[in-house]
Structure formats: C-alpha cells, structure tokens
C-alpha cells in the first residue's frame, strides 16, 4: 500500500514500521526537511527486546520506499490511506489547511495518530455529536469537510522525540509502546487497517520482535484511554512558572495522580467506553518510571511557543457537558492558558513597540 504521513517528526516512526513491512510512505513536511530526506532518507533509534542500546533503523535499508515533499505539492488521490501526524494547530496553516481540503475530498481513509483527536473523529461518538467543541481546536473548520466515517483515531502510545543534536530526519524511541487504532466505519476501510497491522506485526530483525506494533480494534474508545495519560503526566508538566518531568508529574504525588486518571477513565466511560478499554493506572505509572523529560507540551510551552495541543481543554469542556466537573483539571487548563498567554505577550508588544 502507499500511505501518506502529514508529519514528518512523530510521522517517521509510524513511517518507519511501514516501511519495514514493505509499504510506501511519502512524508509531508516544510520544504528544508523534505530535501533532507530525500537526500538522505530517515533515521528511527529503536531499542530491541532484552538489548541495552537503541539500534538505528534507516530507511534505505528497507524494502519500502520514502519520500518526502511540501503540503502544497502533495496529492492525496494517490495514495491507500492518510495518517495525520501533526501537532493540531499546524493544521492551521495555509498550505496544510489547503492540503486537508484535498484530502477531505478525495475520500480517503484518514488515521490520526494525534494526540488531539480530529473533530470528525469526534463526531462517531452519539453523545458528542451535539456538543459545540470548537473552542477546543486552533481551527475547528479544517475538519468541517471530513466524513466522520472515514476518520479514525490511533492512541499515540509510543514515546519519541528529535535529538537536539540530530538533524531533522533523525527520531529517538524513548518508550516503543503500540499504537491502538479504533476500526473504521467501512469494512473495506478497517480491511486495509487490519493488513498494515498484520504486516508490521509480522517484521522481524535477525529473527527478533520489533517493538512498535499497530494494533486495531473494534471499540471507538480505545484510544481515548491516552486521555487519562494526558491529563495525569503530560499537561501536570505545566508549573506555573516551570517544568517537570512526566515521571515526577506522576509519582511526585501518586494518590493524586490516581485520583485523577480515575476520575478521565469514567469520563470515557459515561461517553460509552467499556473498562476494557481502558490502560489500568498501575500500568501507565509503571511506564512513567522512566519518562524523566517533560513531556512535548510541556517543553513547547516552556520554549515560548503560544499554541498547542488542548486535549486537556477538550476534557474539561466534555466533562462540563457531561455534568462532570473536576477541580484538579479546571487548574491544569488555568495553568496552562496563563503560560500560553505569557507566551503571547512579548508577539503584542513587538507588533505595537
């Protein structure tokens, strides 16, 4: 198949299992990065079952191929599938929202492996139909083309980032946890999911499992069972005037960390979740133990970057729909506006000054 990745960061770990499985992927990236990796293909450091040290896995050595090219110039009737791999408010841009237009209407089925869910995605869910989200979105009319039923979602488990020192072709695995996509609404749709997953789980290296896999399943709710994670590690990163690390955002108050991935967990579950589809707390705060970096959003903001994703915002403002209010997630999302608008303020005063 020939799948095409918006994103070419996180996107080249999802690029890179494809590719190891025989799948052609054509990443959509800015211009600078796109010539990179056409020159020099992508670098992906995973570390094996039972080995000490990350190997790196190179696209040329793989029996799919890779390419990359600009929003403007890609597309989408050409290819099986799309996968959505960039922060949400990137989509706000020109060119990509532009891009997402042509996608839209091509009728391809699209996998998010954001962790921001797509709208249309949202709109699968009978108790979110009628529930005005938008504010929760950069742009809530880049998803207003989508048909729901041909987007999905895929739970973002696995953990990686760019070394500072690499160039922009190069991703690091720190966790190489699965990704867990829901079925599409089309049989034809969720066949064509189920392949790619079959054929990733099915890529050996000397013999050995590749961690990594793409796993799919019938539930719609699945994936939210990151939301949980989210909103107990990733955005309690946010000081009011600082940084943490995830392992610290979980384990510096355990019983606080529980109480709050309980209280997301039976949020999805008033939306129609079953507690099978959820990750129990001791699981995610044993993987915690070794996330020792703020998590992506913490290090944006703490960068001076004045938007990002607000799945933590999404959560509150369901819950507020849903009659379920949680004081420690009304702090979250305060915390997180302040430093946002912080951010924002030295951009206003050099338009005015």
Known sequence: MKMMILGASYGSLLSTKLLMAG?????ICRA??????????????????????????????????????????????????????????????????????????????????????PLA???RIEQLRD????????????????DPGKVTLCSPDPQAFR????EANVLHVGLPTNFKAADFDDPEDSAKLRQLADDIANVRVEGKDVPVKLRVYESLFVPMAKWSMLLTGNYRCVLPHSVQSIHDAVHGDIDQASTMYAWVDSLAQKLGASPDDMVPFEKYANAALSLMKPSSAARA?????SQIERVDRLV???????????????????TVDTRLEENRVPVRMSKTG
């Not at 799948?23 to 990443?27: A, F, I, Q, R």
């Not at 979105?137 to 083309?145: K, P, T």
């Open 163 to 166: 070394p500072p020192e690499d």
């Open 121 to 123: 995605y949202l709109k």
């Open 301 to 305: 903001i703490d960068g001076g970057v």
């Open 32 to 117: 600078k990065t796109a010539a990179l990796i056409n020159a020099e293909g992508t670098e992906v450091r995973i570390k094996l079952r039972d080995e000490e040290t990350h190997r790196s896995f190179h696209s040329d050595d793989m029996p799919g191929r890779v390419d990359a090219t600009t929003p403007e110039m890609a597309d989408p009737s050409r290819y099986d599938m799309i996968a959505l791999a960039m922060q949400e408010p990137q989509y706000s841009s020109a060119e990509v929202r532009g891009l997402m237009k042509r996608v839209a209407k091509s009728g391809k089925p699209c996998l998010s492996i954001m962790n921001m869910p």
């Open 131 to 146: 529930i005005n989200l938008d504010d929760c979105y950069d742009n809530a009319s880049v998803w207003a083309d989508f």
């Open 23 to 27: 799948h052609d992927v054509t990443l």
């Open 316 to 334: 509150q403002t369901i819950g507020q729909n849903l009659g379920m209010v949680n004081d420690t997630v009304d702090t979250i999302v305060n």
